[in-house]
């Protein structure tokens, strides 16, 4: 059982940035990865970044390319998301969720919610002036 809380989100200015910490206690030795995902009213959960085990692998979602970075540190279990250049458009609440790979640490999780088993209970963010 892994239990994740989100923090840093908040109000930002178009152009601001903001970091998202996603920090995990319980069992957090077993290999997990770790994914950001965001959600507005009405919409289903859209993939953002996700980290492997190893912060080897990264995947970013096309939206945010170039302009959100994901990272952990381990020995805090502690996952990031630092985002950059922020736009209206990225006002949404965001979710950190963990699965656990024991056995693949450069493995990064996949896109889909239904790959995620533990959720945080989410940070909103608006990007607004």
């Known amino acids: 059982q892994v239990r994740l809380v989100e923090s840093g989100g908040g109000l930002v200015q178009p152009g601001g940035s903001l970091r998202l910490s996603c920090a995990a206690s319980g069992r957090t030795d077993s290999g997990y990865v770790v994914a950001w995902f965001r959600q507005t009213p009405g919409q289903a959960r859209e993939f953002v970044a996700s980290?492997?085990?190893?912060?080897?692998?990264?995947p970013v979602a096309d939206a945010v390319k170039g302009r959100f970075t994901i990272s952990r540190d381990n020995a805090k279990n502690e996952v990031y998301l630092d985002m950059h250049s922020l736009k209206v458009e990225d006002t949404a609440v965001y979710y950190c969720a963990a699965e656990s790979y024991p056995y693949t640490p450069h493995y990064s999780g996949g896109t889909g919610p239904s790959r995620y088993t533990y959720w945080g209970q989410g940070t909103q963010v608006t990007v607004s002036s």
């Open positions: 980290i492997s085990w190893s912060g080897i692998t990264t």
